[in-house]
């Protein structure tokens, strides 16, 4: 049987990272969540004081950065230069400052040859906003993930909370739409759905049923 390259994309908050985890777990593939390339980028910006608006100084960084992802038992290990930022990479800060390292184009270049090392061999389940489009054109699998801007806001808020950032849920709403308007009009790679990318919206569905939906085009594919 085959390992597959599975590709998710989709905009924020369309539960991206929960389903490609699970999907995995579900198959027994490795998960790689680009994201986090860009989120330990930003962070090392961050920490260093580099403008979040210097492409050059960003592009030189991310070339003077190295970044792992390792597989875990709860998903996945991200090390920067060595360091494990798995949780330090999750603030809103963070976040922010992903979503504006990830519009320029030297930086994309540098991180999606670094994913598409990651998961050239196969049986990965990889998830991003270009994964489909830019990073693997060819996967056997592309799923393209959404929901109502509404319940996505929702899910975004929710995390939040959880990690004790005080936003309102209108804030959130904003945050969402702004993070969309930049996603899709971006001049590198923006978010659009592949044109062989399956959609999954999951608006009324939890991140279990979602899973197991993608795992059995998985299984329909290795078997195919």
Avoid: C
């Avoid at 603030?91 to 320029?104: E, K, L, N, Q, Y």
């Amino acid at each position: 049987m085959r390992k597959l390259i599975i590709a998710i994309d989709g905009p924020v908050g369309s539960g991206k990272s929960t389903v490609a985890r699970r999907v995995a777990e579900l198959l027994g593939y490795t998960y790689l969540d680009s994201g986090a390339m860009y989120r330990a980028l930003a962070l090392k910006a961050i920490r260093r004081s580099v403008n979040l608006d210097d492409a050059a100084a960003l592009e030189t960084l991310a070339r003077a950065t190295h970044i792992d992802l390792q597989r875990a038992t709860d998903g996945q290990r991200v090390l920067l230069d060595g360091e494990d930022v798995s949780l330090p990479i999750r603030t809103a800060d963070v976040s922010r400052g992903a979503s504006h390292v990830a519009v320029i184009p030297g930086v994309r270049t540098v991180l999606v040859d670094e994913q598409r090392r990651a998961g050239s061999r196969g049986g990965v389940v990889m998830e991003g906003r270009d994964i489909g489009t830019v990073v693997f054109p060819g996967a056997d699998l592309k799923i393209f993930l959404d929901a109502s801007v509404e319940v996505r806001a929702e899910r975004r808020w929710r995390e939040h909370e959880q990690k004790g950032d005080q936003l309102t849920l209108a804030q959130v709403v904003q945050e969402v739409h702004d993070r969309d308007l930049r996603d899709r009009s971006r001049a590198a790679s923006p978010l659009v759905r592949a044109a062989d990318a399956v959609l999954v919206d999951n608006t009324a569905m939890d991140a279990e049923e979602t899973a197991r939906v993608i795992a059995q085009l998985a299984h329909e594919r290795e078997n195919g």
